[in-house]
T-cell receptor
Framework: RKEVEQDPGPFNVPEGATVAFNCTYS??????FFWYRQDCRKEPKLLMS???SGNEDGRFTAQLNRASQYISLLIRDSKLSDSATYLC?????????FGKGTRLHILP | ETGVTQSPTHLIKTRGQQVTLRCSSQ?????VSWYQQALGQGPQFIFQ???????GRGNFPPRFSGLQFPNYSSELNVNALELDDSALYLC?????????????FGPGTRLTVT
């Protein structure tokens, strides 16, 4: 079993809709969690850190569930520019583990 | 822009050769991590350098080695290149003050091994 798992998608979602992704991690000692977005043939860009209490940044909401060992990302009122691959990242003991990413296509 | 730069942008090498990739971290960041990203995959952690010492390593063989310099810039060296080493190599820097260690990526070096 991979240490960080994501549904690869693609998720095809109409503009304006709400979409949510989950990411599961297998090691309960994981310490910090992030969502990155990556556009085609570009480097990953930090979208947001994920805090235990959950956090929001504009249309984006991230949640952490330590008991079930998953993190989630919710995107509200999706825009065409949200089309990208969303990478879940887990940090444990100076190891940083990326998921394979979930591809999101926002449809006009 | 993150302020993290990498060189070269693209590189073509032959199997068995050696390659050195370079990364300049963002100002004020003392930690650099290197990743390998194959097509269609997430980045795979190679190793991390903190204040010139290796501080964490992924599942990569010893022919992947690195250095960090006093100005916190870094090099990734790969010896005895194999065809499977063809990938995008990313470096990321972080300030490493308190958790979470948010990382900021450079644009990457695309390595092709023929």
């Amino acid at each position: 079993r991979k240490e960080v798992e994501q549904d690869p998608g693609p998720f095809n979602v109409p503009e304006g809709a709400t979409v949510a992704f989950n990411c599961t991690y297998s090691n309960s000692a994981s310490q910090s969690f992030f969502w990155y977005r990556q556009d085609c043939r570009k480097e990953p860009k930090l979208l947001m850190s994920v805090y235990s209490s959950g956090n929001e940044d504009g249309r984006f909401t991230a949640q952490l569930n330590r008991a079930s060992q998953y993190i989630s990302l919710l995107i509200r009122d999706s825009k065409l520019s949200d089309s990208a691959t969303y990478l879940c990242v887990v940090n444990r003991d100076d190891k940083i583990i990326f998921g394979k990413g979930t591809r999101l296509h926002i449809l006009p | 822009e993150t302020g993290v730069t990498q060189s070269p942008t693209h590189l073509i090498k032959t199997r068995g050769q050696q390659v050195t990739l370079r990364c300049s971290s963002q100002s004020g960041h003392n930690t650099v991590s290197w990743y390998q990203q194959a097509l269609g995959q997430g980045p795979q952690f190679i190793f991390q350098y903190y204040r010139e010492e290796e501080n964490g390593r992924g599942n990569f063989p010893p022919r992947f080695s690195g250095l960090q310099f006093p100005n916190y810039s870094s090099e990734l060296n790969v010896n005895a290149l194999e065809l499977d080493d063809s990938a995008l190599y990313l470096c990321a820097s972080s300030p490493r003050t308190t958790l979470p260690y948010e990382q900021y990526f450079g644009p990457g070096t695309r390595l092709t091994v023929t």
